[in-house]
Nanobody, 123 residues
Framework: QVQLVESGGGLVQPGGSLRLSCAASGFTLDYLNIGWFRQAPGKEREGVSCTNSRNSSTYYHHSVKGRFTISRDNAKNTVYLQMNSLKPEDTAVYYC????????????????WGQGTQVTVSS
């Protein structure tokens, strides 16, 4: 059974930083695409980032590009999302997702996800 546990969310002021973690079990992270999506209140889910294990490419949604960085620690079977220069519009529940992929139109797909971690950006 795939298990994903997100952590690291919290309340931060605009311009601040947070580092989200996703601890994975039930599979070897190194052999799967993995990424993050988010959902703000009243809005649809939005793909944030995805790493491709086959070609090492990385996707970022245009709204976070240059501010967020996804990384992996294969030894710890953990994926991270470093979020810098946070904005109020980044407020959402953030979910780690396995087998993420993004098609040519920008549609974000995934297979499994965790319980999520709340990120609130407010002054």
């Amino acid at each position: 059974q795939v298990q994903l546990v997100e952590s690291g969310g919290g309340l931060v002021q605009p311009g601040g930083s947070l580092r989200l973690s996703c601890a994975a079990s039930g599979f070897t992270l190194d052999y799967l695409n993995i990424g993050w999506f988010r959902q703000a209140p009243g809005k649809e889910r939005e793909g944030v980032s995805c790493t491709n294990s086959r070609n090492s490419s990385t996707y970022y949604h245009h709204s976070v590009k240059g501010r967020f960085t996804i990384s992996r620690d294969n030894a710890k079977n953990t994926v991270y999302l470093q979020m810098n220069s946070l904005k109020p519009e980044d407020t959402a529940v953030y979910y780690c997702a396995t087998n993420c992929r993004v098609d040519y139109s920008g549609t974000y797909y995934y297979d499994d996800w965790g319980q999520g971690t709340q990120v609130t950006v407010s002054s």
